[in-house]
């Protein structure tokens, strides 16, 4: 999608055009639930996310002159949801990961620490840079790469 294009279903949207803002959503749509998937240990709070994220976006679109603004507001929106069902969840009593027959991608995200599996979620599932990961989530690059290095050294492979 060009620049102008952009601007052109950014402003379609802000004046409540559905269809426009479900096309600036497709843009993003596969990288924030990939995100949410991998980062949440619910199927029902990756969905909850992702809705909410959508909803404050339909409401701030006419504010986000940009592509890369609207990415940026959606990840960094997102983000900021997962963190929230993080402590959540440290208020909830833990229940084990369910382990089957096979290698279980989810069941070994849902082993990591919540920050190493958001900056996983988002570099695997999502294929965002450490340096957009950072932005993303306001975590440090330097600690985006070592969580990336030890989460990828970490995985154990049946």
Same mark, same amino acid.
């Given at each position: 999608?060009?620049?102008? @294009? ?41 969905? @909850? ?17 940009? @592509? ?27 229940? *084990? *990961? *369910? ?56 995985? @154990?492979?049946?």
């Amino acid at each position: 999608m060009d620049k102008r @294009e952009y601007r052109e279903l950014s402003e379609q949207a802000a004046s409540g055009d559905n269809k426009a803002f479900a096309r600036l959503y497709e843009t993003i749509y596969r990288e924030m639930y990939y995100t949410a998937f991998y980062s949440l240990a619910d199927d029902t709070d990756t969905v @909850e996310v992702i809705i909410s994220t959508a909803r404050d976006a339909m409401s701030a679109i006419g504010r986000l002159r940009t @592509e890369e603004a609207f990415r940026a507001f959606m990840m960094k929106n997102l983000c900021a949801r997962i963190r929230t069902k993080f402590k959540e969840y440290s208020e909830e009593e833990p229940t *084990p *990961p *369910p382990r089957g027959g096979g290698y279980d991608i989810k069941a070994e995200f849902v082993r990591l620490e919540e920050t190493d599996r958001l900056i996983a979620s988002m570099y695997i599932g999502g294929k965002f840079q450490p340096d957009e990961i950072s932005a993303y989530t306001g975590i440090s690059q330097a600690t985006v790469k070592k969580s990336i290095d030890r989460t990828l050294s970490g995985f @154990e492979l049946d």
